[in-house]
């Protein structure tokens, strides 16, 4: 079975430049994160998606941060426009929502998309 | 905001040592989840804890979550250079009306052959 996807694994821009990220989870998973991890730090939420619905955006900065998840399946994570401090890994996880809160809801991490904004 | 601490934040161990990272939270969790990151990896789920004062084995490793349900830590016997990595301690939480997993910034182990 196929992991999580994501791409492209590495990006440079500079700032002020738009960027876009990619993720295809894995098969029949119907929740998909977005995740910022900052070196040293542990992963951030920054946006949940249950099927296509956004659940979770809370900690997305709106201002230049959108996503979207056409059909309950991909997802792409949009900065515009980046700035220095953008610069992280960019993780997408997926897991399989069962029925009640105490499920196991493991979630399943691609390698990431480290983004260096100069 | 809530807080989930993790200490701590660097352990280097001669390999056959035991190693332990603690994670506490500033609020009692629903479950707590144990992740393993190795070098230039992603995140690998190792375990879920649900139940107070819960105790699992995997091998080497224990997991143990707190009475309070708000404390947790992983213990390894006998460390091995394959144990390298940093471990992060996910808890879950409701807040904000939101299911939250808030991962705690990771001890990272060194092993020593």
């Known amino acids: 079975e196929a992991g999580v996807v994501q791409s492209p694994r590495y990006k440079i821009i500079e700032k002020k430049q738009p960027v876009a990220f990619w993720c295809n989870p894995i098969?029949?998973?119907?929740?998909l994160y977005w995740y910022l991890q900052n070196l040293g730090q542990g992963p951030e939420l920054l946006i949940r998606?249950?099927?296509?619905?956004?659940?979770?955006d809370s900690q997305l900065p709106k201002d230049r941060f959108s996503a979207e998840r056409l059909k309950g399946v991909d997802s792409t994570l949009k900065i515009q426009p980046a700035e220095l401090g953008d610069s992280a890994v960019y993780l997408c996880?997926?897991?399989?929502?069962?029925?009640?809160?105490?499920?196991?809801?493991?979630?399943?991490f691609g390698p990431g998309t480290r983004l260096l904004v100069l | 905001g809530q807080q989930v601490m993790q200490i701590p934040q660097y352990q280097h161990v001669q390999e056959g040592e035991d190693f332990t990272t603690y994670c506490n939270s500033s609020?009692?969790?629903?479950?707590i989840q144990w992740y393993k990151q190795r070098p230039g990896g992603h995140p690998v789920f190792l375990i879920q804890?649900?139940?107070?004062?819960e105790v699992k084995k995997q091998k080497r490793l224990t997991f143990q979550f707190g009475e309070a349900k708000k404390n947790s830590s992983l213990h390894i016997t006998a460390t091995q250079t394959t144990d390298v990595g940093t471990y992060f301690c996910?808890?879950?939480?409701?807040?904000?009306?939101?299911?939250?997993?808030?991962f705690g910034a990771g001890t990272r182990l060194a092993v020593h052959p």
């Open positions: 996880a997926s897991s399989l929502k069962g029925p009640g809160t105490g499920s196991n809801e493991t979630q399943y």
């Open positions: 098969s029949g998973h119907n929740t």
């Open positions: 998606y249950e099927n296509e619905e956004a659940v979770d």
């Open positions: 609020t009692t969790l629903s479950n």
């Open positions: 804890l649900v139940k107070s004062g």
């Open positions: 996910a808890g879950k939480t409701f807040s904000g009306g939101y299911n939250k997993l808030i």
